[in-house]
Nanobody, 115 residues
Framework: QVQFVESGGGLVQPGGSLRLSCAAS????????MGWYRQAPGKERELVIG????????NVADFVKGRFTASRDNDKNVMYLQMNSLKPEDTAMYYC????????WGRGTQVTVSS
């Protein structure tokens, strides 16, 4: 079955960086557009960055433009989210899933930005 396993989160100071990873399995990863999503406490889950099946960025939320970049390795069925210049408002649980009809959510990885 489809499975997403996110990792790489943690506690970081404002202005710091983190690199998240997502291991995907149970489907043909290379043919699907994929996205990174996040959900902060008390808020709805939202799209952060979307990528085409070849890794071209197709959606970028305004709140991360110029700070976050996404990439993927279709040979390893892995995708990444490089987060720079982190802000306290980036604190959230981060998830990966399909770009279209996002589903089969994993446990996510917690990112906390605090001094």
């Amino acid at each position: 079955q489809v499975q997403f396993v996110e990792s790489g989160g943690g506690l970081v100071q404002p202005g710091g960086s983190l690199r998240l990873s997502c291991a995907a399995s149970g489907f043909t990863f290379r043919i699907f557009g994929m996205g990174w999503y996040r959900q902060a406490p008390g808020k709805e889950r939202e799209l952060v960055i979307g990528m085409s099946n070849t890794g071209v960025t197709v959606n970028v939320a305004d709140f991360v433009k110029g700070r976050f970049t996404a990439s993927r390795d279709n040979d390893k069925n892995v995708m990444y989210l490089q987060m720079n210049s982190l802000k306290p408002e980036d604190t959230a649980m981060y998830y990966c899933s399909f770009l279209i009809n996002a589903r089969d959510w994993g446990r996510g990885t917690q990112v906390t930005v605090s001094s």
